[in-house]
């Protein structure tokens, strides 16, 4: 037993193995590129859409009433996509290799970041080598891996306590958010976290470095917001048509959707069993009440025919989802309650996975989950031994916690999946450690205390 472990703990300190799992991951983004060509599914479109509209100087859609401002999106992706593909004109695979370059180089900022916290980096590239979600979502023309870069910069410079730093771990989160506005409050978080790191020098000082990473992000989001102000009369760092109450509308039936039932809406198609739900009677009713045509039904807000009603329905979702909780709050509390799970542990896999690949990543995506959550508890029980920070896990579940409430996909949460990453080989590392000194306190004998390489 003493040598089995011994031998484990040498092999997860070695360069080989770091080395190993590297190449495993750049194959894995090669194999990624070949399969999901074209890249583009989904909200892919309305993304290019929008870039291309920027590429002749306007940020907006085709609409029946003629070209009008976007009242959906942030304009991060779009600007990105517009830079590379109208300014640089790379082709849409070379975009796609510069976002797997992206998320590479946030995995490796994670590495260096155990390394220079006296940590053993290797068990945390193996598991990204195992646990390629993060990865895959990068793989298509959406916006994941520039807010899994954004994201991971704004968390490890928030670790620091320099006037600088803060400032750029808001500007870093400021710049996430104008990619995904889910990601708007992760300033104040960090704000949180720096007055209970700092209180003990005083409040207004604690106060006031606190106030930094939400001031950078401020900065950063004003242009949008005065683009709103000038666009709609509204200054808003956030989208005005946004889509949060069709989706806490959706939540409150999602528990009864069966999976062929979103896959055919994904198509915008509607089974038998969907028709009976009484769902397409309740949002044309939510669509007479705003004068909008009552074939929508597909709870896609750009299917809206012009702005004016796009925002419309962003509120209009509202009223009748908090009325089906109010009647059914078991019902809607079994749904918050099953997002802890399906939040993080990725459901659907595409048809071109072969199947004994598919069941791999299931099982380490249950690994990952569960063995990422007894490393954020460690994180905050502190146990002897114990490395990582606690203050990395509000930053890590703070997706989740933003989308617990609502119709869910387990990407929403990929900004932070390198994270949860991280604390899940924290603790097989942690675990092996405890291992060795059970085994070193019954055999009597010293194993092996190499250092990682």
Known sequence: MNRAIDAVRTLLLSRRLLAAAWVLIVIQCAAAIWLFRPWAIGDSFHYLALAQGLSHGSYGTVTQAGFEPDVLRPPGYPLILALLIYVLHLPHVAVVILQLVAYCGAIYSLQHYLRRAGGNPVPFIVVAAAYPFAMLYSTYLLTEAWVIVATTLAALLALRRTPMEQLLAGAAAGIAAMIRADLLL??????????????????????GRASLPVIAAALVCIPYATWNAEKFGTFSPVPLGSAVGTSLYLSTWQRKFTDDDVKNLEQRRFTPHVRQMGLLRESAEIDRSIGAPENIQTFDPYDYPTVELRRAAADAYIPFAI??????????ANHVLHNVWELWVTKKYPDRIPPPVALLMRISSWAVFLLGFLGMGAALIRPRGWMLPWQLVPITLYPAAIHLWLHTEARYTAA????????????????LGRLCRASEASSGEPLNAAQPG
């Open 323 to 332: 009325k089906r909780i109010r009647e059914d709050p078991g019902f809607y």
């Open 416 to 431: 932070t999946r390198p994270l949860l990453m991280m604390f899940a080989a924290g603790f097989l590392w942690w675990a």
């Open 186 to 207: 992760l300033p104040l978080v960090f704000a949180g976290l720096t007055i209970i790191a700092e209180w003990r020098s005083g409040w207004p000082a604690a106060i």
